[in-house]
């Protein structure tokens, strides 16, 4: 067995489970960075991804309001967050039709931080960003989504597994094949 397919303990979800209503802006403010960085690459547009982040909170905290203690001390937030707003995402998808995603994605959530002395180096990083975002937008749902817990997002293979209903090696393989696409696409760029 992997040391990764079995979670530790999450302190935190101990202490919702003896006071749900003191601690849960401590889980929002441990994970507002995955549920928004999930929502915003689900939506691909910053004003929406802020009203998919916060409807999942939302719904996190209604169901967690009807589990028993028990439960919640069990839970494994991140993983746990990540399939609420992952579920979200995809039940908002199905409702409005599927409009046309675009492959340029909001510069800001992925880029690095603008701190070079020269302008030209930040346009240049930002530009790379927007590049690799593009060609994570190509790949198969299952494959980007994978990469984007994994490599974006930091999630361990266990947590991933956890939020997309999958086995772990399952997970691992379409991390393993998102990520050989994404070379893939990248070597077809540079000029022999």
Request: proline share 5%; no cysteine.
């Amino acid at each position: 067995m992997d040391a990764e397919e079995t979670l530790p303990a999450d302190p935190l979800a101990a202490r919702l489970a003896r006071d749900l209503d003191g601690a849960f802006e401590a889980v929002v403010a441990a994970h507002a960075d995955l549920v928004y960085g999930l929502a915003l690459r689900s939506t691909r547009d910053p004003a929406a991804a802020e009203d998919l982040a916060q409807d999942a909170f939302v719904r996190a905290y209604r169901a967690l309001a009807g589990y028993p203690p028990r439960r919640i001390r069990d839970l494994h937030l991140r993983a746990w967050l990540s399939r609420v707003t992952i579920n979200l995402a995809r039940n908002r998808a199905r409702d409005r039709l599927a409009r046309p995603v675009s492959a340029q994605l909001d510069e800001g959530h992925l880029a690095l931080a603008d701190t070079a002395a020269r302008p030209e180096d930040a346009v240049l990083r930002r530009e790379a960003a927007a590049a690799w975002q593009a060609r994570l937008a190509a790949l198969p749902r299952h494959y980007a989504l994978a990469v984007e817990l994994r490599h974006v997002q930091g999630l361990s293979y266990a947590e991933m597994a956890e939020a997309l209903g999958r086995p772990v090696n399952t997970v691992k393989v379409h991390v393993h094949r998102g990520v050989a696409l994404l070379r893939a696409a990248y070597e077809k760029e540079i000029p022999s």
